[in-house]
């Protein structure tokens, strides 16, 4: 076999191989012989089929299983030899040089990885917010929880915040009713945001059978045929409910999972489940940080098959998710350049964490995996069992493997930028209006 690499640019390049057709044909009738031994064909009996017809009617098919088997496996021979980490999938075609009676010539096009250069992140900054969870933040949460398997008993005064109304409402634009403005026996609480504020703050005040008249204007981002304009609506109050919270004892720690019942056992779960989520919360925000402080620092030049293939992966996944919410997708085309700049930063990002992950030696240890998984698991009921479910799927246990890197990654990089320590609340760091 004999190889010629040229540079197309600065990541392509072109492959010539050229092999002896000897070799290819050879192998092509031996395929041929192995099938006769074996044919069925209408007058003859079975094996007894002459070579002729046999390579007649299988000659194709073989033909060209062992020109794509040749292609491949000498590609892939010779990029090993020369120590080429190819990039994406390369593009086969025929070369005719003249003289190819005697040889079978191709070229293959493809690209390289790039040499990647991570940069100082020297002078860069990662906030890593100081948040404690305090008893207020548990008593904050049992309010929640209670507020959640509130019942509702019939109230004879005006509305307020927390309440349960069942309403009728038409809503006008211009005199004239528009589309999904209007409803009977609709119910809302007051408070939890699922109408407009506007909407909701029209309705405090009122008592079961009154009725009210309100104009409202939709905000500028709202549906288009809507946004920025004033309506109005005429709502019928026809109940106002007010809410009953259970007392925190033994049956309200019960529906909580607590087997005993115990008040300060369930208190001190959920002091646990909130830090578990406090400390995702910080891991996700950290990472962020060093992911832009890396990219911000590092020079390569992205493949441009690497980004084509997240373009496809991410047109896939984004069809995928249409279809779980129930939208038909079928023959649904969604515009490459929509995902474009996303898969060029996931693309980036993937080659520099490579590249540190080998240069610093981050790779996850078993230990870090272990206890990535038992971490996991102590918010299940069975522990152990979860984690014989990681650990019976090689998938699963890769993408726990994944955060482990991760998590090393976001350590050393800690130890290279200026780490702030904002103080802040719970309520404040995890975004929670109450």
């Known amino acids: 076999m004999q190889a010629q690499t040229s540079t197309a640019s600065s990541l392509e390049r072109n492959l010539m191989l050229s092999l002896p057709a000897t070799s290819i044909e050879s192998e092509i009738n031996s395929r041929l012989k192995k099938i006769a031994r074996t044919a069925k064909m209408s007058?003859?009996?079975?094996?007894?089929?002459?070579?002729?017809?046999?390579?007649?009617?299988?000659?194709?098919?073989?033909?060209?299983?062992?020109?794509?088997?040749?292609?491949?496996?000498?590609f892939a021979e010779e990029v090993q030899k020369q120590q080429l980490r190819?990039?994406?999938?390369?593009r086969f075609a025929p070369a005719n040089s003249g003289d190819a009676a005697d040889k079978f010539e191709f070229t293959a096009t493809f690209e390289i990885y790039p040499e990647v250069k991570v940069g100082s992140l020297a002078g860069k900054t990662l906030d890593k917010p100081a948040v404690e969870v305090t008893d207020t933040d548990v008593d904050n949460t049992i309010e929640t929880l209670r507020k959640q398997r509130a019942t509702y008993d019939?109230?004879?005064?005006?509305?307020?915040?927390?309440?349960?109304?069942?309403?009728?409402?038409?809503?006008?634009?211009?005199?004239?009713?528009?589309?999904?403005?209007?409803?009977?026996?609709?119910?809302?609480?007051?408070?939890?945001?699922?109408?407009?504020?506007?909407?909701?703050?029209?309705?405090?005040?009122?008592?079961?059978g009154e009725q009210k008249t309100f104009d409202m204007t939709f905000p500028a981002d709202y549906q288009p045929e809507l946004a920025g304009k004033t309506v109005q609506f005429a709502v019928t109050a026809k109940?106002?409910?007010?809410?009953?919270?259970?007392?925190?004892?033994?049956?309200?720690?019960?529906?909580?999972?607590?087997?005993?019942?115990?008040?300060?056992?369930?208190?001190?779960?959920?002091?646990?489940?909130?830090?578990?989520?406090?400390?995702?919360r910080l891991q996700a925000k950290a990472k962020d940080q060093v992911m832009d402080a890396l990219a911000e620092a590092a020079e390569l030049i992205l493949p441009r098959s690497l980004v084509e293939n997240e373009v496809v992966r991410l047109q896939d996944q984004a069809v995928q998710d249409l279809q779980a919410r129930g939208m038909t997708t079928k023959d649904?085309?969604?515009?490459?350049?929509?995902?474009?700049?996303?898969?060029?930063?996931?693309?980036?990002?993937?080659?520099?964490?490579?590249?540190?992950?080998?240069?610093?030696?981050?790779?996850?240890?078993?230990?870090?995996?272990?206890a990535t998984v038992e971490e996991h698991a102590e918010?299940?009921?069975?522990?152990?069992?979860?984690?014989?479910?990681?650990?019976?799927?090689?998938?699963?246990?890769?993408?726990?493997?994944?955060?482990?890197?991760e998590e090393n990654v976001v350590a050393w990089a800690a130890q290279q930028m200026t780490v702030s320590a904002t103080p802040k609340t719970f309520d404040e760091f995890m975004e929670i209006k109450r």
């Open 239 to 280: 109940t106002v409910n007010a809410p009953k919270l259970p007392t925190v004892d033994a049956e309200f720690a019960k529906t909580l999972g607590v087997a005993d019942g115990n008040v300060e056992t369930m208190r001190t779960e959920i002091r646990a489940n909130l830090q578990r989520e406090l400390k995702k």
């Open 379 to 405: 918010s299940f009921e069975n522990p152990a069992q979860m984690v014989r479910w990681y650990y019976s799927d090689p998938q699963r246990l890769g993408e726990v493997e994944a955060l482990v890197i």
């Open 154 to 208: 019939p109230t004879d005064r005006a509305s307020e915040k927390g309440d349960f109304m069942v309403i009728d409402f038409v809503g006008t634009l211009d005199g004239a009713p528009f589309k999904g403005g209007d409803a009977q026996n609709f119910g809302v609480v007051l408070g939890e945001g699922r109408m407009l504020p506007d909407f909701e703050a029209a309705l405090l005040g009122m008592k079961g």
């Open 43 to 74: 007058g003859f009996r079975p094996g007894k089929v002459p070579f002729n017809i046999v390579a007649n009617q299988y000659g194709f098919q073989v033909r060209q299983e062992v020109m794509s088997e040749v292609v491949q496996q000498s």
């Open 332 to 370: 649904l085309q969604l515009p490459a350049e929509l995902f474009v700049e996303r898969a060029e930063k996931r693309v980036k990002l993937g080659l520099i964490l490579s590249e540190v992950v080998k240069v610093h030696e981050l790779r996850a240890k078993p230990e870090q995996i272990r």
């Open 86 to 90: 190819v990039a994406g999938m390369p």
